[in-house]
């Protein structure tokens, strides 16, 4: 129990107080007692002191009457002997000290002794003064006596007179032993009622005593535990023991409320936890819950060396499904794929695989080793491979057929990471790695990968903010017409000169930009400065009026903003004329997002600007696409222009497409013509227009400028 100044300790001073006041009180009252009690004490021994006195004077003035009148005439005749006799007989009565008898002069007739030796002598003591001149009976008392003294007379003739001392002693002494009885009996009535009152105390005591303890136990201890079970529940240990009470009053109440409310808090936070914990879509765990799981198994396999494989799987393409179909479609392709991942875990991966959407279109599997002795390389392996097929699969969204595939990674433990963050990191590497080397495959995790996608991420960082550094600027390659073999315009070709690492490959840089999400920013940037160069030639070269320039624009720049209003802007701001822009697409753009991008691109060649596909040949399009998406013209792929004169099948193909093109309305450009032959061979054939190293390396704008002049 801990110390403190609670209900408890509250109690206890309370009784203190109470108690301490009870003492007060009864001191007083004891002591006002025991005032009355001598009060009353001395009250009664003084009436006893008045009554005995006053019996004593009574029959002394009685005795002294009576004796005085048997005097008269012994006193008259001077009869000694009858005076003596009379004389004795009173002192023979109790309490009488003395009598003496005397004449009108105060000398002592008699005092009742044989002798008497005091006879004649005149009466010297205190009271003998008052008593010659009495004339009726006289009383004078002090501590030890009472003196009765009466006068004799005959007639009017004073003869002399009598006293009778008594002795008080008698009457002290009983009043001294009825006094100490009564201080006795006081005392004992005193001390009964003493001992009533520490009786009362003891109860009293007795009775907080026995509150106290049942204020502990009906209060304070049910309270200490609600409020233990609080704090309990506070840190989130919900087992906590709330105390159940059968009790029908106000604290039972309070204890069913507390337990009813701690079964809410629990049904609570089962329900924020499931919230939190699955995905909404799919109902699989997600990445919080993924995270949490991994972050368990691997500190558990820290210890037991228990391996494990984690399998980042991505569906390739997905994006497309979002664009073309819809959301709703989307929803149900990630719905269908991860029950094909769930059929195929139950199937093949065994007990304890864990399956989580990560969100987006990501899925990831925790694949646990059995034990010692477990290949678990080769069982992801095989994992991997089934899922790869079964999600290759074609699916039927809106009575639709999709063919979407999926890319994994895979990242073992302990093998390639050792911690949860460098797993799930490698894990992500290796599926990108997988996508890079053409999707719908898997790939593992090697330590190679690191440094390529390193590379990369310092490659992004550099590539952040080069424009404005003046680190890219643009090379045109001129274009010639085959006809007249007359320039006819530029393709701008974008170029990097990396502070350090001096040209950086567009192949690589391009690649990394639409990656990363940079070339939205660095496409308008190349547009415009396009347009402005090609201005600024038609307007200083006579012979330039007519050229146009060609720009080449990525998937994703494509499909970021509204590319239609861009061009405008740009085209007004350089003043350069519609016809006199080319965009260059690649087939990649315009797949996926056919409606979309042939509404804009409609909207682009309504105003005048020409759109060639770029790289014609190498995607799966295929020359029927082209019916469906409004081009002006194609351009063939190098790779194909270099082999015209050596393989007849790249002849026969590049001639078709020119057939294809022209009866389709539209021109052809080839590209990479590196000799002569090629050049040839290609205007033979029919082809509008070329470009390539032979007619001309990309330059810079001076450069170019100086070939125009
Ligand atoms: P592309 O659009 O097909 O550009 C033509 C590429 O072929 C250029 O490579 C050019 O230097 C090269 N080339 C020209 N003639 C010959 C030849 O006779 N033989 C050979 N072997 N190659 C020749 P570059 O400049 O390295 O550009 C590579 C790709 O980067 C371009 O391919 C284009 O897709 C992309 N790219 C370049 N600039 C931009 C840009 O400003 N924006 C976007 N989105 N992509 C760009
Ligand atoms: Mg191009
Ligand atoms: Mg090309």
């Not at 963050?421 to 190679?448: E, P």
Request: proline share 3%; net charge negative.
């Amino acid at each position: 129990m801990k110390l403190r100044y609670g209900l408890h300790a509250r109690f206890v001073l309370l009784a203190g107080v109470v108690l301490l006041a009870s003492l007060v009180l009864v001191a007083m009252v004891l002591h006002r007692q025991n005032r009355a009690q001598h009060d009353v004490q001395a009250l009664s021994l003084q009436s006893m002191h008045d009554l005995a006195s006053n019996r004593l004077l009574t029959r002394g003035e009685a005795v002294a009457s009576q004796v005085a009148d048997s005097l008269v005439n012994p006193l008259y005749y001077f009869d000694l002997d009858a005076i003596g006799a009379t004389i004795r007989n009173v002192l023979r009565q109790p309490d009488v000290s003395y009598v003496l008898v005397y004449d009108t002069e105060g000398r002592v007739i008699h005092d009742g002794s044989q002798d008497i030796a005091t006879y004649g002598q005149s009466m010297s003591d205190p009271f003998a003064f008052e008593v010659l001149s009495i004339t009726d009976i006289h009383v004078q008392s002090n501590e030890d006596l009472m003196d009765i003294a009466a006068p004799i007379r005959l007639g009017d003739q004073a003869l002399g007179g009598v006293r009778i001392g008594y002795s008080l002693a008698s009457v002290k002494a009983d009043e001294t032993q009825i006094g100490r009885r009564m201080s006795d009996r006081l005392d004992e009535i005193g001390r009964s009622q003493l001992l009533w009152l520490a009786l009362l105390l003891a109860g009293m005591l007795a009775l907080l005593v026995a509150f106290g303890f049942a204020l502990q136990r009906a209060l304070v201890a049910p309270v200490r535990q609600l409020a233990d079970a609080a704090r309990e529940i506070e840190a989130g240990n919900f087992d906590a023991e709330v105390p159940a009470s059968a009790r029908r009053d106000e604290v039972g109440d309070l204890m069913r409320a507390f337990a009813h409310m701690r079964d809410s808090i629990v049904r609570h936070d089962r329900d924020i936890r499931r919230m939190a914990y699955t995905d909404a879509l799919t109902g699989l765990s997600n990445r919080l819950a993924f995270r949490e799981l991994l972050d368990q198994r691997v500190t558990e396999g820290n210890g037991a060396a228990r391996p494990l494989a984690l399998l980042f799987a991505d569906v390739d393409d997905f994006k497309r499904v979002n664009d073309t179909i819809g959301h709703d479609a989307g929803d149900e392709v990630l719905m269908q794929f991860s029950s094909r991942i769930r059929d195929v875990i139950d199937r093949q991966a065994g007990e304890g695989a864990v399956l989580a959407r990560f969100g987006g279109d990501e899925f990831v599997v925790l694949l646990p080793g059995t034990g010692p002795g477990d290949d678990i390389r080769q069982r992801a392996d095989r994992l991997a491979e089934l899922l790869v097929r079964e999600l290759g699969r074609p699916i039927t969204v809106h009575g639709r057929q999709v063919f979407l595939g999926i890319s994994i990674g895979i990242a073992l433990f302990p093998d390639d990471a050792t911690d949860v963050s460098a797993l799930m990191k490698n894990g992500d590497i290796a599926m990108y790695q997988a996508k890079v080397a053409g999707k719908n495959c898997h790939r593992f995790y090697s330590r190679v990968m690191d440094q390529a996608v390193e590379r990369r991420v310092r490659m992004e960082q550099d590539l952040r903010g080069a424009w404005e550094r003046g680190e890219l600027s643009l090379a045109y390659q001129p274009v010639y017409r085959l006809g007249d073999g007359k320039l006819a315009g530029a393709e701008a070709l974008l170029r990097w000169r990396h502070p350090e690492h001096g040209p950086v490959s567009p192949s690589l840089f391009i690649d990394v930009a639409e990656q990363s999400g940079l070339i939205e920013t660095i496409g308008p940037q190349v547009l415009r400065a396009a347009c402005m160069d090609a201005r600024g030639w038609q307007r200083d070269f006579p012979g330039a009026r007519g050229l146009f320039v060609s720009v080449n624009v990525s998937p994703r720049q494509l499909r970021a903003g509204d590319m239609a209003a861009q061009v405008e802007d740009v085209l007004r701001e350089s003043g350069l004329a519609p016809q006199h822009l080319h965009i260059e697409l690649t087939e990649t753009a315009v797949i996926g997002d056919e409606l979309r991008v042939s509404s804009l691109l409609a909207r682009l060649r309504n105003s005048g600007v020409k759109v060639w596909l770029d790289d014609f040949g190498t995607g799966f399009s295929g020359l029927s696409h082209l019916r469906r998406v409004p081009v002006d013209g194609v351009k063939i792929d190098r790779s194909f222009v270099a082999d015209v004169l050596r393989d007849p099948d790249d002849l026969a193909l590049t001639t078709a497409i020119i057939a294809m093109a022209h009866s389709l309305g539209i021109h052809v450009v080839a590209e990479g013509v590196e000799k002569e032959g090629q050049y040839a061979i290609l205007r033979e054939r029919g082809c509008d227009l070329a470009q390539g190293f032979w007619l001309g390396h990309p330059m810079s704008n001076q450069e170019f400028s100086r070939l125009l002049a």
